[in-house]
C-alpha cells in the first residue's frame, strides 16, 4: 500500500478538478481525480483526522497531514471523500453516520480514521477531540 500511495502522490491533485464543499469540521472532494479502476463504479470514503485534543498532553502531530494524504490519494483513485479534522463526540457521530447512510448498494467504501483509539472490554472505541 506505501508504493501505491507515494506513486500516486507523486503525480499531485490536479486542483482545477478538485472541488471542495466546507462543512463544520469537514470537506468534500469531488470531481473526478484521475481513475485507475472502472470510471462506473461508485467509491466514498470519510477520512478523519483528529489531532487536537483538549486534554492536557494528548494532542498528536501526525494525524492531520496523514488524513489529508490519505484524502488526497483517494480522491486521485476515483473516490467521492469526505475529510473531517479535529472532531468533537457530536460532529464524529454524525459523520460516521451520515457515511453509513450513503454507502452505495454496490461498490467501494472506506473509513480512514488517525487519531486517538481505544479498546475496552473487546470493543473499540474511536476518541473525540474534547
Given at each position: 500500500m506505501l508504493l501505491l500511495v507515494g506513486a500516486v502522490l507523486a503525480?499531485?491533485?490536479?486542483?482545477?478538478?478538485?472541488?471542495?464543499?466546507?462543512?463544520g469540521g469537514c470537506s468534500t472532494y469531488v470531481g473526478q481525480g484521475e481513475r485507475v479502476y472502472d470510471p462506473d463504479e461508485e467509491r466514498v470514503a470519510l477520512v478523519v483526522g483528529n489531532?487536537?485534543?483538549?486534554?492536557?498532553?494528548?494532542?498528536?502531530?501526525?494525524?492531520?497531514?496523514?488524513?489529508e494524504t490519505m484524502a488526497q490519494t483517494l480522491w486521485l483513485l476515483g473516490f467521492e471523500v469526505e475529510h473531517c479534522q479535529d472532531l468533537g463526540h457530536r460532529a464524529l457521530g454524525t459523520a460516521v453516520k451520515d457515511f453509513g447512510n450513503e454507502i452505495p448498494?454496490?461498490?467501494?467504501?472506506?473509513?480512514?480514521?488517525?487519531?486517538?483509539?481505544?479498546?475496552?472490554?473487546?470493543a473499540n472505541w474511536l476518541v473525540p477531540v474534547e
Open positions: 503525480k499531485g491533485p490536479a486542483e482545477k478538478d478538485m472541488v471542495r464543499g466546507e462543512a489531532a487536537g485534543y483538549l486534554a492536557p498532553g494528548a494532542a498528536l502531530t501526525d494525524p492531520l497531514a496523514d488524513a448498494e454496490s461498490g467501494v467504501a472506506l473509513f480512514y480514521y488517525s487519531g486517538h483509539g481505544i479498546q475496552f472490554q473487546d
